[in-house]
């Protein structure tokens, strides 16, 4: 009953800039963490930035100073903002959210990816 809807993925030139957008809905009670994570061919999928309800942020540390991560607690929607692309950036990015219902106190849910390709 939870649903995490990406978008904004494409193809951009090195040096440009894209915006993911996640949407969180269905029956959520409180979300404690939104981030997204990226998985390039042939790599493990790994962390790139994620923020809490408190308004925590992390960062790894090849995107740090390139890419912010926010939230629109209204909307249930989290952003990463990515400018200065490198190639080495493309992968598919997962938006993930730790939420709660009202009968599942930790609930992790995953977005279907949406593909950044970052080429000339």
């Known amino acids: 009953q939870v649903q995490l809807v990406e978008s904004g993925g494409g193809l951009v030139q090195p040096g440009g800039s894209l915006r993911l957008s996640c949407a969180a809905s269905?029956?959520?009670?409180?979300?404690?963490?939104m981030g997204w994570y990226r998985q390039a061919p042939g790599k493990q999928r790994e962390l790139v930035a994620a923020v809490t309800s408190g308004d925590r942020t992390n960062y790894t540390d090849s995107v740090k100073g390139r890419f912010t991560i926010s939230r629109d607690d209204a909307k249930n929607t989290v952003y990463l903002q990515m400018n200065s692309l490198k190639p080495e950036d493309t992968a598919v990015y997962y938006c993930n959210a730790l939420v709660s219902t009202t009968s599942i106190k930790y609930l992790e849910v995953w977005g279907q990816g949406t593909l950044v390709t970052v080429s000339s």
């Open positions: 269905g029956s959520i009670f409180s979300i404690y963490a």
